[in-house]
């Protein structure tokens, strides 16, 4: 029986979710991931690098599948799926039939990062839905739906900023829609964009107040990158490729046709009246090009606009459906699952390393192994408790739940805003990847610092990570407030006390007779 292009949508959505859950349960966190799963353990409306969504999400995530890898990308995943369905029903809303839907959603799923991504528990992925909920909500006003819907945009909205800071992009595309056309400019004239307004800026007051209660902290750290400090335009290049190839080179073919498309007819292409989802991305993307000429641009930055590209290819598809187009797309389509189902696949499996000099799974490997060999080495040497130098180690060694001790995050010491005592007084065991943790720097902070030997990391046929181990005692004063120098610069940060990482439940605490220095 031949299914038609409504039920083929669904079975998409299903296929896909469930790949993406056998691969969230098998591959190892990453280090954001990690930390993430940390701010998940502490619930409060902001962080020291973003806003509180995904923490929520991980919560809500370890609580109905345990803390496990599934556990904290749950939320995400099933975010995929729904982001999938906004994006089929945008399609249909902005004029498309259920094929066009169906074309979009596939479009969508085939680029690389989406494919291969959708399931990451970063801040994207709460950012994508929401950006992607708020585009949704849109088209049914532009197609008759009630005023009131403006209430549940605004919301949507609100929930896109307080999960990324880049959803702030939102607001000037929105307006720049309804400044596109007579209806439109007629809505301002009405108080219910305005209402929008009102209800996003209520949810994204709670961050707000947040950081007006901790000295700006997410916003320093953020809005810290958009001021230029020089002229570099070579990462426009680097961001256009990368982009390109993320988008899936077929793929992005498709779109940059129905951008062209839709700049030269008024946003309609296909059938299709895609002013909303362009003109909504446009600012974002103005902002990343001007970024890519003084600073880079990391690859899954424009993730939220990756649907707005998605029906623009899907509409160019659609407005020339004979001659090369559909053939451009089917390629695109097999490029695009292959590359997924290659990717996950070798990431869940642990496949072999490309090379000798190249590993690009080293991040995720072996960090069970190698936390039960740094809490070997802890006993070994008597040490009470465990330093790193960057969150992301401190972060997977507490993930693995196999170091019985607090682990304590020598820099950056407002990561971690819950306060309380880390056993510094006592002797510890402080390792790092060796360019990241110099004797030097541990000699500026304690006063006896004796080499214990190294651990590595990664399959020992390619490229490791090395770990010096140093045990260390007698630390300076004002260790904990200041944090400890590293190479990249002498405490960059204002003083700041936090806590410890304390032990996994139903580990062994090891003795306190005091709070840190």
């Known amino acids: 029986m031949r299914l038609d292009a409504g039920r083929s949508l669904w079975l998409l959505i299903l296929a896909l979710t469930a790949v993406r859950l056998w691969a969230a349960a098998v591959i190892p966190l990453t280090e954001d991931e990690a930390y993430y799963r940390l701010w998940s353990q502490h619930l409060h409306f902001g962080y020291y690098d973003h806003p509180?969504?995904?923490?929520?999400?991980?919560?809500?995530?370890?609580?109905?599948?345990?803390?496990?890898?599934?556990?904290?990308?749950?939320?995400?995943?099933?975010?995929?799926?729904?982001?999938?369905?906004?994006?089929?029903?945008?399609?249909?809303r902005l004029g498309g039939g259920a094929r066009t839907a169906l074309?979009?959603?596939?479009?969508?799923?085939?680029?690389?990062?989406?494919?291969?991504?959708?399931?990451?528990?970063?801040p994207d992925a709460p950012a994508i839905l929401f950006w992607a909920a708020t585009l949704a909500v849109l088209g049914r006003i532009a197609t008759g739906g009630s005023p009131r819907l403006w209430l549940l945009a605004g919301l949507t909205a609100g929930?896109?900023?307080?999960?990324?800071?880049?959803?702030?992009?939102?607001?000037?595309?929105?307006?720049?829609?309804?400044?596109?056309?007579?209806e439109n400019r007629r809505r301002l004239a009405t108080p219910w964009p305005w209402s929008a307004v009102g209800v996003a800026g209520l949810v994204f007051a709670t961050n707000l107040a947040w950081n007006a209660t901790h000295g700006w902290l997410t916003f320093e750290k953020q809005?810290?990158?958009?001021?230029?400090?020089?002229?570099?335009?070579?990462?426009?290049?680097?961001?256009?490729?990368?982009?390109?190839?993320?988008?899936?080179?077929?793929?992005?073919?498709?779109?940059?046709?129905?951008?062209?498309?839709?700049?030269?007819?008024?946003?309609r292409v296909g059938g299709l009246d895609l002013s909303l989802p362009l003109l909504a991305a446009l600012p974002f993307c103005l902002y990343l090009a001007i970024h890519s000429l003084h600073d880079r641009v990391q690859a899954h930055w424009p993730a939220t606009v990756f649907a707005a590209f998605a029906?623009?290819?899907?509409?160019?598809?659609?407005?020339?459906?004979?001659?090369?187009?559909?053939?451009?797309?089917?390629?695109?389509?097999?490029?695009?699952?292959?590359?997924?189902?290659?990717?996950?696949?070798?990431?869940?499996?642990?496949?072999?390393?490309?090379?000798?000099?190249?590993?690009?799974?080293?991040?995720i490997r072996g960090w069970p192994q190698f936390a039960g060999e740094v809490e070997a080495a802890r006993v070994r040497t008597g040490a009470e408790w465990v330093g790193v130098a960057h969150y992301g180690a401190l972060s997977q060694l507490a993930a693995t739940g196999r170091v019985e001790a607090p682990l304590v995050h020598l820099i950056e010491r407002e990561r971690w805003p819950d306060a309380g005592p880390a056993p510094v007084d006592k002797p510890g065991l402080v390792l790092d990847k060796s360019r990241r943790l110099s004797l030097a720097d541990l000699q500026a902070c304690f006063r006896s610092v004796t080499p214990v030997g190294e651990l590595v990391r990664g399959v020992p046929?390619?490229?490791?990570?090395?770990?010096?181990?140093?045990?260390?005692?007698?630390?300076?004063?004002?260790?904990?407030?200041?944090?400890?120098?590293?190479?990249?610069?002498?405490?960059?940060?204002?003083p700041v006390a936090a806590a410890p990482i304390p032990p996994p439940r139903g580990a062994r605490p090891a003795q306190r007779t005091g709070g840190g220095s």
């Open 52 to 92: 509180p969504m995904i923490a929520w999400w991980i919560r809500l995530g370890t609580t109905l599948a345990g803390d496990t890898p599934l556990g904290v990308r749950l939320l995400p995943v099933l975010g995929a799926a729904v982001t999938t369905w906004l994006t089929a029903d945008l399609a249909r």
């Open 159 to 182: 929930l896109a900023c307080i999960s990324k800071y880049s959803a702030l992009f939102l607001a000037p595309g929105v307006f720049l829609w309804l400044l596109s056309t007579a």
């Open 223 to 267: 809005f810290g990158r958009v001021e230029p400090s020089q002229f570099r335009p070579g990462y426009l290049g680097e961001f256009l490729t990368t982009q390109f190839v993320l988008l899936n080179p077929l793929i992005a073919v498709l779109a940059g046709v129905g951008v062209w498309a839709g700049m030269r007819s008024r946003g």
């Open 103 to 122: 074309l979009a959603a596939l479009a969508y799923n085939a680029m690389l990062t989406i494919g291969a991504g959708g399931l990451i528990a970063t």
């Open 461 to 494: 046929t390619s490229r490791v990570d090395r770990y010096p181990l140093f045990r260390v005692e007698g630390p300076v004063e004002g260790l904990l407030a200041r944090g400890c120098p590293d190479e990249l610069g002498k405490n960059r940060r204002r």
């Open 311 to 363: 029906l623009a290819a899907a509409a160019a598809v659609e407005a020339r459906p004979r001659g090369w187009r559909p053939r451009v797309l089917g390629g695109g389509l097999i490029l695009g699952a292959a590359a997924m189902a290659g990717v996950l696949a070798w990431a869940g499996l642990q496949g072999p390393p490309i090379n000798s000099r190249t590993d690009p799974l080293l991040p």
